[in-house]
């Protein structure tokens, strides 16, 4: 089983940056795909950005698009999720999650994340 600690969340103005971090331990970090997804208070979990096992592909939501930047560094076993251009409504729960199949071709199916870390407050103010 993987573990995933996630860091980096905070108190942010509009318009302000954050980087989240998550860290894996317990399997091969590098095999597989990670994502990051959020909770707003009194609504469903969506899907934020993922990135696969090998770095070289990234797919994001529409609302983050241009904004986001999801990356990771295998040899230190942490995904990141640089957010930048925040807005109040992104106020939220940050997840990071890992692909419970290692090595999948497609990273663009939510329900392929099948271990999740324990989530890291991101509060922006307007």
């Known amino acids: 089983q993987v573990q995933l600690v996630e860091s980096g969340g905070g108190l942010v103005q509009a318009g302000g940056s954050l980087r989240l971090s998550c860290t894996a331990s317990?399997?091969?970090?590098?095999?597989?795909?990670m994502g990051w997804f959020r909770q707003a208070p009194g609504k469903e979990r969506e899907f934020v950005a993922a990135?696969?096992?090998?770095?070289?592909?990234?797919y994001y939501s529409d609302s983050v698009k241009g904004r986001f930047t999801i990356s990771r560094d295998n040899a230190k076993n942490t995904a990141y999720l640089q957010m930048n251009s925040l807005k109040p409504e992104e106020t939220a729960v940050y997840y990071c999650?890992?692909?419970?199949?290692?090595?999948?071709?497609?990273?663009?199916?939510?329900?392929?994340?099948?271990?999740w870390g324990q989530g890291t407050q991101v509060t922006v103010s307007s």
């Open positions: 317990g399997r091969t970090f590098s095999s597989y795909n």
């Open positions: 999650a890992a692909d419970s199949t290692p090595y999948r071709a497609i990273i663009t199916v939510p329900t392929n994340f099948g271990s």
């Open positions: 990135i696969k096992w090998s770095g070289r592909t990234t």
